[in-house]
């Protein structure tokens, strides 16, 4: 399966146009529109979402409610369409596309920005929930969730920090789900400490909101039920973790991935880093012939191929760039220095992003899935 995206902002609509999707599979449009929602969601966006409804019609590759293995065409309307009327961003905004691209296409900066705005990440989400479709005929689950806003965890110590993770990898996928779904911040706290949590990034989102800021966070997707092989050493473009990192960087802020332990790997031995092998013989007939392992620092891949564990994939969103309060710039025009342009925005759309990576993630597994097995 693959798929590219067209469409922008404040034009007519977003597309995605999916290629390689299986023949004759059911599709339910409403589990594509609940993720759509989702999407919307979460505490800190703009006031965009709530002019948007978003929810696709299929054009094309769908014949009663099957798949054809055509390829299929998602559409999702815009009802802030006004792209022709839309001001000029004067002022390019330090951290946007803004710049670069205004000087590579030879354009204003408008169109530019129109193609670049996250409201693209609609498209992604609508083929991933495709993807997901497919994955839970495999037995394969991928949850999003947010792990942390800001400096929220800054004020708690190493020791819970670290009782924290090993709660999150104790967590089966329903758990998971239903934490995560209960929250207005897509964030899995334990249902003592959910309350607490929440108005305490509430707080912060709100008194950033106050200063004119925005606020970055910390994502993790984490795939269940992956099989062992997906993805090959023999190639680097065929690796699972290389092609999982090149699709969750492309997602728009997404400034850094990693898997499994990740970053953590450099300060830690390898002793303590690498999972050791057990062997249990009554699980001989089983997919991983009775190897086993009790720790998963590697995040369930390992030289490229998934280990059948866990996949655990963590990314770094940005702050988005367009503030309130803007940073300093200079005028496109008149090349006098001047604020950055400001227009309507997210203060923190992090939970947003989550929803975007879980699907994101559901396309680059599918598509391994179906390098394996078809
Ligand atoms: C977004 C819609 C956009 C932005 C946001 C994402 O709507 P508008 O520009 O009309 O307010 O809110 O995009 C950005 C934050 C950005 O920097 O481009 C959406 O639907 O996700």
């Not at 007519?12 to 919307?40: W, Y």
């Not at 994955?135 to 965890?153: M, P, Q, Y």
């Not at 966070?217 to 039920?225: K, S, T, Y």
């Not at 001989?284 to 280990?307: H, L, M, P």
Request: with cysteine; hydrophobic share 35%.
């Amino acid at each position: 399966m693959n798929y590219k995206t067209a469409g922008e902002s404040h034009g007519k609509g977003l597309l995605a146009f999916v290629e390689n999707f299986p023949a004759g599979f059911a599709i339910d449009i409403s589990a594509i529109d609940s993720e759509l929602r989702r999407r919307q969601g979460g505490y800190g966006r703009g006031g965009r979402q709530s002019i948007e409804s978003d929810s696709v019609e299929i054009l094309t590759g769908i014949w009663q409610g099957k798949t054809t293995g055509s390829p299929i065409t998602l559409w999702i309307k815009n009802a802030d369409s006004r792209i022709d009327s839309t001001p000029e961003i004067a002022n390019p905004r330090p951290g946007h596309v803004d710049l670069a691209g205004a000087i590579k296409f030879n354009l204003p900066i408008r169109p530019i920005m129109e193609r670049a705005s996250a409201r693209e990440t609609a498209s992604r989400v609508a083929a991933g929930a495709l993807a997901k479709q497919y994955l839970a005929s495999k037995g394969i689950t991928i949850v999003g969730f947010v792990r942390n806003i800001g400096d929220s965890e800054s004020d708690l110590t190493i020791e819970q920090i670290q009782n924290y993770n090993r709660e999150i990898d104790s967590l089966d996928v329903n758990e998971l789900l239903r934490r995560r779904n209960r929250s207005e911040f897509y964030i899995v706290r334990s249902d003592s400490e959910l309350a607490e949590w929440e108005s305490k990034l509430k707080k912060l989102i709100n008194e950033i909101s106050e200063a004119g800021d925005s606020v970055g966070g910390l994502i993790e997707a984490r795939a269940f039920g992956t099989p062992i092989g997906l993805g090959s050493h023999t190639q680097w473009d065929q690796k699972l973790d290389g092609n999982i990192a090149k699709s969750i960087m492309s997602i728009q802020a997404i400034k850094g991935v990693e898997i499994g332990l990740g970053f953590n790997v450099t300060k830690i031995r390898g002793s303590k880093v690498h999972d050791p092998i057990e062997y249990d013989s009554s699980k001989e007939n089983s997919a991983n012939r009775g190897f086993i392992r009790r720790t998963n620092n590697a995040g369930g891949i390992e030289g490229g191929i998934s280990n059948g564990q866990t996949i655990v994939v963590r990314c770094a969103m940005k702050p988005i760039p367009t503030m309130r309060k803007p940073l300093d710039s200079i005028n496109w025009k008149t090349k006098k220095p001047q604020q950055a342009t400001y227009e309507r925005s997210d203060v923190c759309a992090v939970p947003a992003a989550s929803v975007v990576v879980e699907n994101v993630l559901a396309t680059t597994i599918m598509n391994a899935f179906q390098m394996q097995n078809e």
